[in-house]
T-cell receptor, first 114, second 113 residues
Framework: NAGVTQTPKFQVLKTGQSMTLQCAQD?????MYWYRQDPGMGLRLIYY???????DKGEVPNGYNVSRLNKREFSLRLESAAPSQTSVYFC?????????????FGDGTRLSIL | DQQVKQNSPSLSVQEGRISILNCDYT??????FLWYKKYPAEGPTFLIS?????DKNEDGRFTVFLNKSAKHLSLHIVPSQPGDSAVYFC????????????FGKGTKLSVIP
């Protein structure tokens, strides 16, 4: 049972390059999320998709775009990468967008921007 | 402004003893709290949760206590095992329409055999 799968696991970019982080879940969950975790910090929500066809901004959306491609897949795009976006990115999913539904996380994408 | 604070970056406990991880919050709108556990190079995994209408929730070796008047919650692990060594994140939901989780910075627990 794969759960939430993120690709790639590691990536190094140059400032100004673009990149799309991929996320797929096989749990038939309706809601999906993108977080970033900086060193010594908690996770911060970038964007989320409460259901297929909807996306909303989280706490730190600037510099990112998202696409809910279908129920399984939710991608995060950096159009012009900046060193401040160096972080570990986590994708998560939950059955529904509810406080009572725990989120299931992927193993993360470690992104370095030089 | 840090709304969820985990003031102890690390904690070491002997195997078999109790581990107590603390979390304070400032947002009085938080009405649901969760603890996540994270091993290196893995994503966080859900551990236990508590609603603001309760003051205690138990699941096996894990118990979470909530003191609303003090805006404080704690996670107790009894007995602690080496496999419990991980980073523990406290998170709160404000419930203010958006249902977004706010995470603390985490506490790294080391259980010494």
């Amino acid at each position: 049972n794969a759960g939430v799968t993120q690709t790639p696991k590691f990536q190094v970019l140059k400032t100004g390059q673009s990149m799309t982080l991929q996320c797929a879940q096989d749990m038939n969950h309706n809601s999906m999320y993108w977080y970033r975790q900086d060193p010594g910090m908690g996770l911060r929500l970038i964007y989320y998709s409460a259901s297929e066809g909807t996306t909303d901004k989280g706490e730190v959306p600037n510099g990112y775009n998202v696409s809910r491609l279908n129920k399984r897949e939710f991608s995060l795009r950096l159009e012009s990468a900046a060193p401040s976006q160096t972080s570990v990115y986590f994708c998560a999913s939950s059955e529904v967008h509810s406080v009572y539904q725990p989120q299931h996380f992927g193993d993360g994408t470690r992104l370095s921007i030089l | 402004d840090q709304q969820v604070k985990q003031n102890s970056p690390s904690l070491s406990v002997q195997e078999g003893r109790i581990s107590i991880l603390n979390c304070d919050y400032t947002n009085s709108m938080f009405d649901y709290f969760l603890w996540y556990k994270k091993y290196p190079a893995e994503g966080p995994t859900f551990l236990i949760s508590i609603s603001s209408i309760k003051d205690k929730n138990e699941d096996g070796r894990f118990t979470v206590f909530l003191n609303k008047s003090a805006k404080h919650l704690s996670l107790h692990i009894v007995p602690s095992q080496p496999g419990d060594s991980a980073v523990y994140f406290c998170a709160g939901y404000s419930g203010a329409g958006s249902y977004q989780l706010t995470f603390g910075k985490g506490t790294k627990l080391s259980v010494i055999p």
